[in-house]
């Protein structure tokens, strides 16, 4: 999730910021400033990943703050959000991540703060909490999480059975469990299953469980001690 610290003496100003952040995926606020010296209480305080700045204040404006971050050593990325289209330059050259122009549109904000985690770099990419990676042939495979159906732990990867094939992950089934708790079941120490893809159960003639998937012919075992819970949840699906 990107923190993001709003700096701007205008109220109204700030609102708008908030309810804009609120919408984009990924985005919360920390917190808000209304001037240069707030904010440098609050950037202590919240350690924000990225500030939305003004550049017009009163006392110091947000051009100066910006230069008193980046000499400080490492700081949030800054976007500066400011009603003066002419200041664009120097706000790269205090290397700002982007330069909006009041009154910011939403879908230019958006772009923004994509552009932020980019460059902040050390944040989880945000296409991470609805894709699975993996590489095949040098190229990255991202499978869409909605269409994967089961997670088969094999050696020292996991195998992704989704509705398109298959492929294989470095991701452990523990991880992966604590991911998506609410859309995969654990039915087996080797096995994640897909809730919404479950179809019923089937006993084998030599005393094992398994579970059936919409989707696959991949037939995953239960283990005794998953049984009952996967029996509730079937139950409670009729």
Known sequence: MLNILIIDDEAPARDRLRRLVAAI????????AASAAEALERIKELNPHVLLLDISMPGMDGMSLARVLQEGGASPGVIFCTAYQDQAL?????????????????????????????????????????????TLGGKVVLTPIHRVICLLAEDKYTTVIHEKGSTVIEDSLTDLQHRFEELF??????????????????RKHDGHTQVLLSGTDHKPEVSRRNLSLLRKLLSELS
């Open 185 to 202: 079941l654990r039915i087996h120490r080797n096995a994640l299953v897909s809730r919404k893809h479950i179809r019923g159960l089937e």
């Open 25 to 32: 995926p990924g985005c919360e606020v920390a917190g808000e």
């Open 90 to 134: 120097e706000a790269f050259e205090q290397e700002a991540v982007d330069y909006l122009v009041k009154p910011v549109r939403a879908e230019r904000l958006e772009k923004a703060l994509q552009k932020a985690k980019r460059y902040l770099g050390d944040l989880p990419d945000p296409v991470d909490e609805h894709f699975l990676r993996s």
